[in-house]
């Protein structure tokens, strides 16, 4: 069956990070299989401005305007990626357009949203048992800071939130959840519990309860990954060396609430043990944590799930690399994420590289790409400039963060080397030379460009779809050529 | 009509008839103006189709079509000295040349000036042809 949805939430920064990683992935042209064609990602995150949530936000968005202009039979950017807004037509007004889950009373303190001040004295001190005064007066514009305990009584609130509602709405027969969290925070330790609970609940007055309470649901959760390095002054907010205790708490808790209940179908958890020191940033803006090779282990389990989506027996899984190491390559990880990440990775940094490299040789070109397929005003156009480059840019900087992480993911050179070497960039992959030919040169890659634009396969074509579909067919060959 | 007779007044046109009327009928006696033809038919296609469909260099592409050209012209010009100085008749006004007639090597330096000025019309006129069946020169120079 086609035309299946899969939503994915992705609570708190990590789950804005996986999304991103995800998104990442599909661009390079990493497909979901048996018939999901529309990813449909929610980002719940309290901290609305947060620099990972809004930092996905803008790349959820500019792949989305490439998406829509480039069409559905693509490689590269070939899977469709889908607000809540628009699965509904635009027909829900207040609803945001821009993946982001509205989290009610999330701008507030904590005491004033369950509004504390007004409880009676029987009810104030049963909270007083539940919740520190640090937690009652804790602000939590910047979301939950650690505490899951405050974030489960914010988060039960999502059901009642308009995006839930079109979420429900939206849900069909077939669709399936994935649920993306960490257990060693606080928004995601406590959202992830609650979310889960409240899909599995079969309740008449939900629309499509019935069938969403059913369906496939699989879910990644974090084990400690990084630590938190203490702020400047003052107490610490967030405290890194708790991490490990909150996972053990949680775990043992998911133990009996849910893998004991069976309402997972998938369950699949990360962790590491590096000394991966991420700067203090309670939230908002400062936090934007480097992109971690985690996250994209994590891309790839949503991309797992739907593979196995037929064959799901409330299985948990683990991710492992064929070789322990401080610095990943392809070499380094085991043949299944070897094969799939390894040639959309390495089209989607080549066709960053060539044109940060050798845009220059390309528009001098005499040949047919540069001067019948794809004209130079296509390269000031809103598709390229505002959205394609800016794109490739955050594919480059997600790459150089994973590559500058610890454990560090950097199977690719430096990307500054000069249109004569571009495709030596494959680490343990040189291109092979010869005595007359220099397979390391980019005019290989202008050439099949030329013959194929020469050959008018794509002249029918919209120019950005064009320039999408003779480079993939490029990127294919060359890059499968150096994988050999 | 043969290529010696579409020719020669192609050449003669640069000469005063007057004067030149002896050296230019020994070429034309001598089918060289058939010669310079096929030259000029052969050479430019033959090296633009090399340049087209063989070499299709990748950079400095207009300066490599101008090398061409200049090749081209090259060939032209040596091989329109080398008839003439093969041509008897050229040879005998050659060694019969007192200086107070035409001077017949400067006879040859113009012919081949000539020559190289139509194989430069002749790439010119090739070009536009052959550059079509280009992937990567398609347009070049233009």
């Given at each position: 069956?086609?035309?299946?949805?899969?939503?994915?939430?992705?609570?708190?920064?990590?789950?804005?990070?996986?999304?991103?990683?995800?998104?990442?992935?599909?661009?390079?042209?990493?497909?979901?299989?048996?018939?999901?064609?529309?990813?449909?990602?929610?980002?719940?995150?309290?901290?609305?401005?947060?620099?990972?949530?809004?930092?996905?936000?803008?790349?959820?968005?500019?792949?989305?305007?490439?998406?829509?202009?480039?069409?559905?039979?693509?490689?590269?950017?070939?899977?469709?990626?889908?607000?809540?807004?628009?699965?509904?037509?635009?027909?829900?007004?207040?609803?945001?357009?821009?993946?982001?889950?509205?989290?009610?009373?999330?701008?507030?303190?904590?005491?004033?949203?369950?509004?504390?001040?007004?409880?009676?004295?029987?009810?104030?001190?049963?909270?007083?048992?539940?919740?520190?005064a640090e937690n009652i007066e804790a602000d939590m514009t910047v979301g939950f800071k650690g505490n899951p305990?405050?974030?489960?009584?914010?988060?039960?609130?999502?059901?009642?939130?308009?995006?839930?509602?079109?979420?429900?709405?939206?849900?069909?027969?077939?669709?399936?959840?994935?649920?993306?969290?960490?257990?060693?925070?606080?928004?995601?330790?406590?959202?992830?519990?609650?979310?889960?609970?409240?899909?599995?609940?079969?309740?008449?007055?939900?629309?499509?309860?019935?069938?969403?309470?059913?369906?496939?649901?699989?879910?990644?959760?974090?084990?400690?990954?990084?630590?938190?390095?203490?702020?400047?002054?003052?107490?610490?907010?967030i405290d890194s060396s708790t991490f490990f205790s909150k996972a053990k708490a949680a775990l043992s808790y998911?133990?009996?609430?849910?893998?004991?209940?069976?309402?997972?179908?998938?369950?699949?958890?990360?962790?590491?043990?590096?000394?991966?020191?991420?700067?203090?940033?309670?939230?908002?803006?400062?936090?934007?944590?480097?992109?971690?090779?985690?996250?994209?282990?994590?891309?790839?389990?949503?991309?797992?799930?739907?593979?196995?989506?037929?064959?799901?027996?409330?299985?948990?899984?683990?991710?492992?690399?064929?070789?322990?190491?401080?610095?990943?390559?392809?070499?380094?990880?085991?043949?299944t994420t070897k094969n799939k990440l390894s040639l959309p990775l390495s089209k989607l940094s080549l066709l960053?590289?060539?044109?940060?490299?050798?845009?220059?040789?390309?528009?001098?070109?005499?040949?047919?790409?540069?001067?019948?397929?794809?004209?130079?005003?296509?390269?000031?156009?809103?598709?390229?400039?505002?959205?394609?480059?800016?794109?490739?840019?955050?594919?480059?900087?997600?790459?150089?963060?994973?590559?500058?992480?610890?454990?560090?993911?950097?199977?690719?050179?430096?990307?500054?080397?000069?249109?004569?070497?571009?495709?030596?960039?494959?680490?343990?992959?040189?291109?092979?030379?010869?005595?007359?030919?220099?397979?390391?040169?980019?005019?290989?890659?202008?050439?099949?460009?030329?013959?194929?634009?020469?050959?008018?396969?794509?002249?029918?074509?919209?120019?950005?779809?064009?320039?999408?579909?003779?480079?993939?067919?490029?990127?294919?060959?060359?890059?499968?050529?150096?994988?050999? | 009509?043969?290529?010696?007779?579409?020719?020669?007044?192609?050449?003669?046109?640069?000469?005063?008839?007057?004067?030149?009327?002896?050296?230019?009928?020994?070429?034309?006696?001598?089918?060289?103006?058939?010669?310079?033809?096929?030259?000029?038919?052969?050479?430019?296609?033959?090296?633009?189709?090399?340049?087209?469909?063989?070499?299709?260099?990748?950079?400095?592409?207009?300066?490599?079509?101008?090398?061409?050209?200049?090749?081209?012209?090259?060939?032209?010009?040596?091989?329109?000295?080398?008839?003439?100085?093969?041509?008897?008749?050229?040879?005998?006004?050659?060694?019969?040349?007192?200086?107070?007639?035409?001077?017949?090597?400067?006879?040859?330096?113009?012919?081949?000036?000539?020559?190289?000025?139509?194989?430069?019309?002749?790439?010119?006129?090739?070009?536009?042809?052959?550059?079509?069946?280009?992937?990567?020169?398609?347009?070049?120079?233009?």
């Open positions: 069956m086609a035309n299946k949805k899969l939503y994915i939430f992705g609570i708190g920064g990590t789950g804005s990070r996986v999304i991103k990683a995800l998104t990442m992935l599909l661009a390079s042209g990493v497909k979901l299989s048996n018939g999901f064609d529309t990813v449909v990602p929610i980002i719940i995150d309290p901290d609305i401005a947060n620099g990972d949530l809004n930092k996905t936000g803008d790349i959820l968005i500019k792949y989305q305007n490439i998406f829509n202009e480039v069409g559905t039979d693509n490689k590269l950017f070939g899977t469709k990626i889908s607000t809540l807004r628009q699965l509904t037509d635009g027909n829900v007004s207040n609803l945001s357009n821009n993946f982001k889950f509205s989290v009610d009373g999330s701008g507030q303190k904590f005491g004033e949203s369950i509004d504390y001040n007004g409880l009676d004295a029987e009810n104030k001190a049963l909270i007083d048992l539940l919740f520190s305990n405050i974030g489960s009584i914010v988060l039960n609130k999502i059901v009642d939130s308009t995006e839930y509602k079109e979420f429900t709405n939206s849900f069909n027969q077939g669709d399936a959840i994935f649920i993306i969290s960490s257990i060693f925070g606080g928004t995601g330790a406590s959202g992830f519990p609650l979310l889960l609970k409240n899909l599995r609940k079969e309740d008449s007055k939900v629309t499509n309860s019935n069938i969403i309470s059913k369906s496939v649901i699989g879910a990644i959760t974090y084990l400690p990954y990084f630590k938190i390095s203490p702020p400047d002054e003052g107490e610490k907010v998911y133990q009996h609430a849910i893998f004991d209940n069976k309402t997972l179908d998938a369950f699949y958890h990360l962790g590491d043990h590096s000394n991966n020191n991420m700067t203090h940033a309670p939230g908002e803006e400062q936090q934007k944590n480097d992109a971690h090779f985690l996250e994209m282990a994590g891309a790839l389990a949503v991309v797992d799930f739907v593979d196995s989506i037929n064959n799901l027996n409330h299985t948990i899984k683990e991710f492992g690399i064929e070789e322990e190491g401080k610095k990943l390559v392809f070499e380094n990880l085991g043949a960053q590289r060539f044109l940060e490299n050798s845009m220059s040789y390309l528009l001098n070109s005499a040949g047919d790409f540069n001067n019948e397929a794809i004209k130079k005003d296509f390269y000031s156009s809103d598709f390229y400039k505002a959205n394609f480059s800016k794109f490739l840019d955050y594919f480059n900087e997600w790459l150089n963060e994973m590559g500058n992480n610890d454990v560090s993911f950097d199977p690719f050179y430096d990307d500054s080397q000069d249109h004569d070497k571009i495709m030596e960039y494959i680490k343990g992959n040189p291109p092979k030379k010869s005595l007359f030919k220099n397979n390391a040169k980019g005019d290989i890659i202008i050439r099949e460009l030329d013959n194929i634009a020469n050959k008018g396969t794509y002249r029918f074509e919209k120019d950005p779809s064009k320039f999408l579909k003779i480079f993939d067919d490029v990127l294919e060959n060359q890059v499968n050529n150096l994988l050999k | 009509m043969s290529v010696n007779d579409l020719l020669a007044p192609a050449y003669e046109y640069f000469f005063n008839w007057d004067n030149y009327e002896t050296l230019l009928s020994c070429a034309y006696d001598n089918n060289d103006y058939g010669k310079f033809g096929w030259l000029l038919l052969l050479t430019p296609m033959l090296l633009l189709i090399l340049f087209y469909k063989v070499w299709e260099p990748m950079r400095r592409q207009r300066l490599m079509w101008l090398i061409i050209l200049i090749i081209i012209s090259i060939i032209g010009y040596a091989a329109t000295t080398g008839i003439l100085y093969n041509n008897e008749c050229i040879l005998d006004e050659l060694g019969s040349y007192t200086g107070n007639q035409v001077n017949p090597e400067y006879f040859i330096f113009q012919m081949s000036m000539i020559t190289v000025l139509y194989s430069f019309i002749m790439s010119i006129i090739y070009t536009l042809i052959i550059k079509r069946f280009s992937k990567h020169n398609s347009h070049n120079p233009f």
